[in-house]
T-cell receptor, first 111, second 111 residues
Framework: SQQGEEDPQALSIQEGENATMNCSYK?????LQWYRQNSGRGLVHLIL?????REKHSGRLRVTLDTSKKSSSLLITASRAADTASYFCATAGAGSYQLTFGKGTKLSVIP | EAQVTQNPRYLITVTGKKLTVTCSQN?????MSWYRQDPGLGLRQIYYSMNVEVTDKGDVPEGYKVSRKEKRNFPLILESPSPNQTSLYFC??????????FGPGTRLLVL
């Protein structure tokens, strides 16, 4: 069952700008993860945030989690053309290895 | 190099002709999973395996079979493929951290 829903579906920005993508989900979670997919290729894990965490950073990535609103956001700062890809959020329930993915946000960074 | 491999990467077949897509991981992960990715539908889980000889259905198991006789291998079997199984397929594996490592994908066309 599809749980995560990303917003917007597509986003186009200029190189150097920040990109923000949002994810909403329906049921309680153990953790939420963000993945990146270059066109037609395998997904690559970016960052995991646990349900008891509110914010996490990794390089130019910043993820926030609001469990009361069942939402998360992924911020990519100072975007580069190489950041062009689709970004997916995925949720894992308590005690489960299963991930439920959203439909993704397609990010285009224009040089 | 730690990785998940899939074979074949591309496959064109005809309706009803049995096929197997292999998946292998060299990271000693217990958890393995198969997904299919379709435009507008995101990633949907087909089957997963928590360990050797332990498999379970995901969200869209109809028309697929799997087996887990060894820890490193998790083949996906289509006994009688149909055109609606034309898709991009991904295998993934995971250690206990729940971060999943994805293979490069297998693009299947069923005529």
């Amino acid at each position: 069952s599809q749980q995560g829903e990303e917003d917007p579906q597509a986003l186009s920005i200029q190189e150097g700008e920040n990109a923000t993508m949002n994810c909403s989900y329906k049921t309680s979670i153990n953790n939420l993860q963000w993945y990146r997919q270059n066109s037609g290729r395998g997904l690559v894990h970016l960052i995991l945030i646990r349900s008891n965490e509110r914010e996490k950073h990794s390089g130019r990535l910043r993820v926030t989690l609001d469990t009361s609103k069942k939402s998360s956001s992924l911020l990519i700062t100072a975007s580069r053309a190489a950041d062009t890809a689709s970004y997916f959020c995925a949720t894992a329930g308590a005690g489960s290895y299963q991930l439920t993915f959203g439909k993704g946000t397609k990010l285009s960074v224009i040089p | 190099e730690a990785q998940v491999t899939q074979n074949p990467r591309y496959l064109i077949t005809v309706t009803g002709k049995k096929l197997t897509v292999t998946c292998s991981q060299n990271m000693n992960h217990e958890y393995m999973s198969w997904y299919r990715q379709d435009p507008g539908l995101g990633l949907r889980q087909i089957y997963y395996s928590m360990n050797v000889e332990v498999t379970d259905k995901g969200d869209v198991p109809e028309g697929y079979k799997v087996s887990r006789k060894e820890k490193r291998n998790f083949p996906l079997i289509l006994e009688s493929p149909s055109p609606n199984q034309t898709s991009l397929y991904f295998c993934a594996s995971s250690p206990g951290s729940k971060t999943q490592y994805f293979g490069p994908g297998t693009r299947l066309l069923v005529l």
